[in-house]
């Protein structure tokens, strides 16, 4: 696999997140133009990383539950092509093949609905991790995926969302069998009573994730380039807490009409 030198951010930690299985930590990347640099700081919880593109859409900034994103201070977030980093920080040596192989599922989860959406598919490299300083840090891959998943909030959660799927090694050849995957997944846990938030998840979202990207067009995009949601004004918190894939699936997202149209849809499915 081909490696990639990514720059990382010095501030890391001080977020209060919700607790998430897979210890996957995500942060957006600057366009090589601006250095491939992480342009914020690693989290956890994915809600942030949809409140920092809209700060650097509207060239403003956003701040909430300790994270915080400023497009005039910080490394610009690259509205052109998805760049998204991957880390697992308490990952043991002896565990790095099995990320690895979490890494190219996660891969193999966007390319499947990125074909669905008729877009270009995304690549991942691995990253030779090192700071300012050169001091090296631990091993994390870098997304590479089309502006599509950058044209809403809701994209760019699912983004992340399939990569940290990718946990679960689901193994398809189709969407019929990715569905039966996902059954089998989630059956296995429940008869371990294994507690993961994104199977609970999934339970909203893995019969609807198809009609968002095939619909988008319509769905969220409503004729134009890009989400108008992405120039809302509506609060932080808000938008944060209902900004997600998962909201949009349920049908309560921050904005009622898109919430009409996700409902018509399941209706007619």
Request: charged residues 30%; contains cysteine.
């Amino acid at each position: 696999m081909k490696k990639v030198d990514v720059e990382f951010y010095p501030s890391e930690g001080g977020l209060s997140e919700i607790y998430q299985q897979t210890g996957f930590h995500f942060a957006f990347v600057t366009a090589p133009k601006n250095g491939t640099k992480q342009a914020c700081k690693m989290v956890k919880c994915r809600d942030f990383l949809h409140d920092a593109v809209r700060a650097m859409h509207q060239g403003n900034s956003c701040g909430i539950y300790g994270f915080n994103y400023n497009s005039k201070a910080d490394p610009p977030i690259d509205m052109r092509r998805m760049r998204m980093l991957v880390q697992k920080p308490d990952l043991k040596k002896e565990d790095a093949k099995a990320f690895e192989e979490m890494m190219k599922c996660g891969l193999a989860l966007l390319n499947h609905y990125e074909k669905m959406a008729k877009v270009s598919l995304s690549k991942m490299w691995k990253v030779a991790p090192k700071d300012k300083n050169g001091k090296v840090k631990k091993e994390a891959y870098l997304f590479v995926g089309p502006v599509f998943w950058m044209k809403s909030p809701f994209l760019t959660s699912m983004y992340t969302y399939l990569i940290r799927l990718g946990d679960k090694l689901p193994k398809f050849k189709s969407h019929a069998e990715l569905m039966k995957e996902f059954d089998r997944i989630q059956e296995e846990f429940k008869k371990a009573g294994k507690g993961d938030n994104d199977l609970r998840y999934l339970v909203s979202c893995k019969t609807v994730m198809d009609l968002v990207v095939k619909n988008a067009k319509t769905l969220l995009f409503q004729g134009k380039t890009k989400d108008p949601l992405l120039d809302s004004k509506v609060g932080i918190n808000s938008y944060h807490d209902r900004g997600g894939i998962v909201s949009l699936c349920k049908g309560i997202a921050f904005d009622a009409a898109v919430n009409t149209r996700i409902n018509n849809l399941k209706a007619k499915k």
